[in-house]
């Protein structure tokens, strides 16, 4: 089956810092999710994005699909934007989620 | 209610008991799933329905049996579970294609304690 693996698995930054996020995965995929799980658990959406290039606020996401890869870039980082992030892929009801990036903004 | 709704947040069961988990949806959406999430691993998909119909079983024991009696509407019964069940269960909905999901959006989720 489809492989997916985050990158770095743990990261601390000082608030106000940059920082990339990477997905890989080991097949071809019909669409790919980007979600923040906060300390409670709940998962937010973030970025739908099976190819291209999106924006929210601090938050960007770029997916190339032929290269089977998807990054997700935090800029300004703020205390909130601590929690887990998992990029999640779908082939066809094969949905699977990598471990998930664990992200400390410390103030 | 607006999104996706869980209930209940919390469930504390004994090995022996029978309960259910209950999600809700206000989306407008035709597929539901459920996940179980179980500490230090990935989110597992449980169980996938669209349109009424169970589309996806990813080898779960008997133990959890699905219901989905409508698209808006998804139960997951329990039964005789075992301590290594206790996880977080999520529910999701998202419209459905014929080439796989757009959009997932989660709820809240049910933690489960099996004692």
């Known amino acids: 089956g489809i492989q997916v693996e985050q990158s770095p698995p743990d990261l601390i930054l000082q608030e106000g810092a940059n920082s990339t996020l990477r997905c890989n995965f080991s097949?071809?995929?019909?669409?790919l999710q980007w979600f923040h799980q906060n300390p409670w658990g709940q998962l937010i959406n973030l970025f739908y994005i099976p190819s291209g290039t999106k924006q929210n606020g601090r938050l960007s996401a770029t997916t190339v699909a032929t290269e089977r890869y998807s990054l997700l870039y935090i800029s300004s980082s703020q205390t909130t934007d601590s929690g887990v992030y998992f990029c999640q892929v779908d082939s066809s009801y094969k949905l699977i989620f990598g471990s998930g990036t664990r992200l400390l903004v410390r103030p | 209610e607006t999104g996706v709704t869980q209930t209940p947040r919390h469930l504390v069961m004994g090995m022996t008991n029978k309960k259910s988990l209950k999600c809700e949806q206000h989306l407008g959406h035709n597929a539901m799933y459920w996940y179980k999430q179980s500490a230090k691993k990935p989110l597992e998909l449980m169980f996938v329905y669209s349109l009424e119909e169970r589309v996806e079983n990813n080898s779960v024991p008997s133990r959890f049996s699905p219901e989905c009696p409508n698209s808006s509407h998804l139960f997951l019964h329990l039964h005789t579970l075992q301590p290594e069940d206790s996880a977080l269960y999520l529910c999701?909905?998202?419209?459905?294609?014929?080439?796989?999901?757009?959009?997932?959006?989660f709820g809240p989720g049910t933690r489960l304690t099996v004692t």
């Open positions: 999701a909905s998202s419209q459905d294609s014929k080439t796989g999901t757009y959009e997932q959006y």
């Open positions: 097949d071809s995929v019909n669409n």
